[in-house]
């Protein structure tokens, strides 16, 4: 039997970067509150992701690296955002492992 919805296996030490859909965020900040190194909040009220230098990248489909120990973080912020608007994919393949579109 197959358990729907789980994320696809990552295998340890594989890169993976996230990037933010603006166009579906709503705001709320979860993500900012759970990985506050990775993700922030900006003045018009949306979130983007932060370079490693603490950079907030703004352009669209702007990624960043995750860093490990961050890992559990960022994906909880993408399984309980509101906007679905949190993408995380490997870097080799570029195969979003999880998110709205992880397979």
Known sequence: MTVQNEAPAVGAGEALEVWIDQDLC???GICAQYAPEVFELDIDGLAYVKSAEDELLQEPGATTPVPLPLL???????????GDCIHVRRVADRVEVYGPDAE
Do not use: F
């Open 72 to 82: 559990q973080d960022v994906v909880d912020s993408a399984k309980e955002c509101p």
């Open 26 to 28: 709503t705001g709320d």
